[in-house]
């Protein structure tokens, strides 16, 4: 199955927007006594919020750390607009230096800012955030009106509608900051998203990018899951094969095929001799059960 999933990312990377978020993946080691920590690398193609033609497909990289080049290693080749979280590791894939393409251009995930807001609003109560989810849900009642349509419509609704209610909240955040200590709570999370704000933007540019990165956390959730039940792979070249197997039912999930049955006619073809020439034949997407 190995082939079926790198020519998955192929067609992946030709793709001008993409997502990309890390997840943590237990792996044995033997002589440690215990697991170590890898991670699966998910890239996910998603543009049903405009209506896109590709079909949506998402691809776990297993690597034994969680290091930046990892991600600089698996989008090597491709350029356009990545989606991500704030992690630092995605930073120099935006940098001149950028190996493997040219520096790529990052949208920064709304849910994530939110979240900031969100924790301090439980913990303390407090007004400040209570005013910032306030804003942040404006921006989102926005986004669900355009969902689903083409991206000029999109841009045109964001940046009549949108772009004042992002400019305000600029405002806002820097008139909170100066009167918050950096180094409070409260404070640390409105850094957090002072820091991300060019990116944070980006959303405003282009009507192809989502507000946030929840695509691309949605899907790596049943990975979670499988952490506890099966609660780690039993050496690194098992997180390669978890990796593979969970690219494919996930991508077979959202493309509305029965893993199963993918899974079944996929193997007897690779048997069978199936030529490696006819290999998109293969991809979860093109897969029909007639086949």
């Known amino acids: 199955l190995a082939p079926v999933v790198d020519r998955m990312l192929v067609h992946l990377k030709r793709s001008s927007h993409l997502f990309m978020d890390e997840t943590r993946a237990p792996v044995l080691d033997p002589k440690a006594g215990k697991t170590k ?7 996910t193609r998603d543009d049903r919020g405009w209506g896109g033609g590709d079909p949506p497909a998402v691809v776990f990289t297993y690597a034994p750390g969680r290091h930046g080049h990892h991600a600089m290693d698996i989008l090597t080749g491709f350029e356009g607009i990545l989606q991500v979280d704030g992690y630092t590791g995605y930073d120099a894939l935006a940098e001149p230096k950028r190996v493997g393409g040219m520096p790529l251009t990052l949208a920064y995930c709304w849910a994530h800012s939110r979240r900031k807001l969100h924790d301090i609003y439980q913990k303390d109560g407090s007004e400040i955030a209570a005013e910032g989810l306030r804003r942040i849900a404006e921006i989102y009642a926005i986004e669900t009106d355009i969902r689903g349509v083409s991206p000029g419509q999109r841009l045109s609704a964001r940046q009549a509608r949108t772009a004042p209610l992002v400019a305000d909240f600029g405002d806002w955040l820097q008139a909170q900051r100066r009167k918050i200590s950096a180094k409070s709570r409260l404070g640390e999370k409105l850094t957090y998203i002072h820091n991300h704000w060019d990116g ?7 009507g192809r990018v989502e507000i946030d990165s929840n695509r691309v ?4 959730r049943p990975i979670a899951l499988n952490r506890k039940n099966a609660l780690f792979a039993g050496h690194d070249e098992g997180g390669v094969a978890w990796g593979r197997i969970a690219s494919l039912i996930e991508t077979c999930k959202i493309n509305g095929v ?13 048997a069978n001799a199936h030529p490696q020439s006819r ?5 979860p997407w093109n897969f029909t059960p007639s086949r």
């Open 37 to 43: 920590t890898g991670y699966l690398w998910a890239v």
């Open 200 to 206: 944070l933007q980006t959303f405003l540019t282009d």
């Open 279 to 283: 290999i998109d034949d293969l991809l």
């Open 217 to 220: 956390e949605n899907l790596i």
């Open 258 to 270: 029965e893993p199963f049955a993918y899974l079944k006619a996929t193997l007897t073809a690779i």
